[in-house]
């Protein structure tokens, strides 16, 4: 049986659209390690598609960007619908937990990673990429003590993702107001801080529960 305590709490969760999406894909006998799957390939598009914009103008920088964007949320969906299948769809499986997490890991550094060739910092890319990772690690670190998973901020996965989105969106103005890669810049530096707080914030509470643990 799946562990109910250790799901991140999301509000979109309980709105009627992605419990009908949901159900729907339960229906048509798609798996949850399928969707899990399915969300490492959203994030490789939405990697290409912001690294090419490195090399590209206009019209295709803008397409590349949109598509860069959409497919960012794709993995987020991809997240959201692996669990309710799972869980509330009643398909989990005995590997589902790996499935739930490798992809995860996986497609934040190909998103961020890809960001940074976009942007002209591909070493900015990969630190950003690598704190995203460590916040999921204190996550589990804390879990695997036996305390309740800490899916706080900063710079938590649904954090980094509407960031990097939002970014690559208002790049695609970016050409009024500012030289190409900068806005993807000053988002991934706002990630890897706010991912190394994040981290921080997790470790300290951690271990502030293990001291009053005794």
Not at 60 to 66: D, E, K, S
């Amino acid at each position: 049986m799946a562990d109910l305590k250790n799901r991140r709490p999301l509000g979109s969760r309980d709105t009627k659209w992605a419990v009908r999406c949901a159900a729907a894909l339960a229906g048509r006998g798609v798996t949850p390690n399928a969707i899990s799957q399915a969300s490492m390939i959203a994030a490789l598009v939405a990697a290409l598609a912001l690294a090419a914009t490195s090399w590209t103008q206009g019209a295709a920088t803008v397409a590349l960007l949109i598509l860069g964007a959409l497919c960012c949320q794709l993995r987020l969906l991809c997240n959201l619908f692996d669990g309710m299948v799972a869980i509330e769809g009643g398909r989990s499986a005995p590997d589902g937990p790996l499935w739930n997490e490798l992809p995860d890991r996986v497609s934040d550094l190909l998103i961020l990673a890809g960001a940074g060739v976009g942007a002209g910092h591909p070493a900015l890319g990969l630190a950003a990429g690598a704190l995203a990772v460590l916040t999921a690690y204190t996550r589990e670190l804390g879990a695997n003590t036996g305390l309740s998973p800490d899916f706080s901020g900063p710079m938590a996965k649904p954090q980094r993702m509407a960031l990097i989105t939002g970014a690559a969106l208002l790049a695609v103005f970016e050409p009024l107001f500012a030289a190409p890669g900068t806005v993807l810049t000053v988002a991934l530096w706002i990630i890897a801080i706010g991912a190394a707080l994040t981290s921080l914030r997790r470790a300290a509470r951690i271990r502030a529960a293990l001291l009053a643990r005794g």
